[in-house]
Nanobody, 115 residues
Framework: QVQLVESGGGLVQPGGSLRLSCAAS????????VGWYRQAPGKQREFVAV???????NYADSVKGRFTISGDNAKNTVYLQMNSLKPEDTAVYYC?????????WGQGTQVTVSS
C-alpha cells in the first residue's frame, strides 16, 4: 500500500511563491514517475507536472517557466516550487504515482492565490 502526503499549501498573493511537498511511505519515487495534478472548484482534475525516476520533467503549458518539479529520493519526497502565482492557479493540488497499474493519490493541499 502506497501512502502519499502533500503539504505546503496556503494563501498567497498574486506574484507570490509556494513550495509543495509530497512525501511517500516507501522508496517508490526512485522507481516510478511522480506527477502533480490540481483541481479547481467546478473543474476537472488537470495535469500540472511530472518527474521521472531519472529526473526528466514535463509541465503543462499553463505553468511552464513558473513551476519546477524536483525530487529527493533520500527523503522519498517530491516538490513543486510555484513562482509567479496567479489567481487561476487556485486549486487543490494532488500528487500521484502509478504503481503496478494502480493510481495512488494523496489527500491534496489547498492553494489559494488572492489579494
Amino acid at each position: 500500500q502506497v501512502q502519499l502526503v502533500e503539504s505546503g499549501g496556503g494563501l498567497v498573493q498574486p506574484g507570490g511563491s509556494l513550495r509543495l511537498s509530497c512525501a511517500a511511505s516507501g522508496s517508490i519515487f526512485s522507481i516510478y514517475p511522480v506527477g502533480w495534478y490540481r483541481q479547481a472548484p467546478g473543474k476537472q482534475r488537470e495535469f500540472v507536472a511530472v518527474i521521472s525516476s531519472a529526473g526528466n520533467t514535463n509541465y503543462a503549458d499553463s505553468v511552464k517557466g513558473r513551476f519546477t518539479i524536483s525530487g529527493d529520493n533520500a527523503k522519498n519526497t517530491v516538490y513543486l516550487q510555484m513562482n509567479s502565482l496567479k489567481p487561476e492557479d487556485t486549486a487543490v493540488y494532488y500528487c500521484n504515482v502509478r504503481v503496478e497499474l494502480i493510481n495512488y493519490w494523496g489527500q491534496g493541499t489547498q492553494v489559494t492565490v488572492s489579494s
